[in-house]
């Protein structure tokens, strides 16, 4: 069916941030010792405003969801929802800023895919096994649970079987929560996007969401990536809540989020180190300096809160 053709290339995006990822790491925009594993070969050159849009993104994210887990002193748990092939838990373990557990959800075959790499990489699995305090370890082809690490095959738009795969996981309603999605929400209708930004806001008294994507996409730049999209089978169900930054707000003001704030990537470019962003841009050069603004105009980080345990999390910015 359709629903079918476009799931699978929604799945299939995950490769294609990895492969992103894995050239710029070659080129050394970042360090991750840990995404070889999921992707062997460094693939086919991708543009520098490519590789600074990846840096903008990863450095980005990674500010708030360090702060996040700081002003908790890691007593909390960060949960990746559509997570792929993504490394950051073993990045987290590497730099002593692991919560109490860390959790993704993404589809059952991707996770199927992510399980059996760490199954057969010691590099991967060892920082999970280290972490665990008995030998009852849970991995099957489908999920793997630890004290620390626990990977859910789940659909995002299901949100009873969600919420009733974290809570078998023991999913911690009264400890501080981050969520992260990082180019997912688009893939879902307005409506399923909200329930699940209105089911983690009804979950948790104490939490931070933190959503990367699109922004600003009724313009002409905006329409030729969707276009890009398509061509690919890939439908952004939800490109009605990337139309500006007041959108993207909004769906977390309406949902039972206390605060929010959304930046788009030009800010947030512009407010990350200056030394290493000069650093970064000696690496390769860009002749095109417009294209890598326009790129960085057509995507947005939106974070939102609420803080019933008074933690100062609306205080977490750039
Ligand atoms: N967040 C990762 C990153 O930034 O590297 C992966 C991003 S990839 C563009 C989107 C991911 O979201 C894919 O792994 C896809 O399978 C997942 N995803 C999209 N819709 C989903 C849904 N309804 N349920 C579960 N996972 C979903």
Redesign the pocket.
């Given at each position: 069916t359709d629903t079918d053709t476009s799931d699978e290339a929604?799945?299939a995006?995950?490769d294609?941030?990895?492969a992103c990822?894995r050239f710029a790491i070659s080129k050394g925009y970042w360090k991750d010792p840990y995404i070889q594993y999921f992707v062997r070969s460094v693939g086919e050159r991708k543009a520098p405003e490519i590789n600074r849009g990846y840096y903008g993104r990863v450095r980005g994210v990674n500010h708030l969801l360090d702060a996040f887990i700081k002003k908790t002193q890691r007593d909390c748990q960060v949960i990746?929802l559509?997570?792929?092939?993504?490394t950051t838990f073993w990045r987290l373990k590497d730099e002593d800023l692991l919560p109490k557990k860390y959790f993704e959800?993404?589809?059952p075959t991707?996770v199927a895919r992510k399980i059996h790499y760490i199954k057969t990489k010691p590099h991967l699995s060892k920082p999970i096994i280290e972490t665990h305090s008995t030998d009852s370890l849970l991995l099957d082809a489908h999920s793997l649970d630890s004290d620390r690490y626990c990977i859910i095959g789940?659909?995002?738009?299901d949100i009873a079987t969600l919420d009733e795969q974290l809570k078998k996981y023991h999913l911690n309603p009264e400890l501080p929560a981050l969520l992260l999605?990082?180019?997912?929400l688009v893939?879902?209708t307005p409506a399923q996007s909200s329930n699940l930004v209105h089911w983690a806001a009804n979950t948790f008294h104490t939490a931070m969401f933190i959503n990367y994507e699109q922004v600003n996409m009724s313009d002409r730049f905006g329409q030729v990536m969707i276009e890009n999209l398509q061509r690919r089978q890939c439908t952004l169900a939800g490109v009605e809540v990337c139309r500006s930054l007041d959108s993207q707000k909004d769906r977390f003001l309406r949902t039972g989020w206390d605060h929010a704030d959304a930046l788009d990537m030009v800010t947030v470019y512009s407010m990350l180190p200056q030394e290493d962003v000069a650093r970064i841009e000696r690496l390769e050069f860009l002749d095109e300096k417009e294209l890598l603004q326009q790129l960085l105009q057509h995507y947005s980080i939106c974070w939102a809160t609420k803080d019933k345990l008074s933690l100062g999390l609306s205080q977490l910015a750039f």
């Open positions: 929604v799945r995006t995950c294609d941030a990895t990822k990746n559509g997570a792929g092939l993504d959800v993404d589809f991707v789940s659909d995002l738009r999605s990082e180019c997912v893939y879902m």
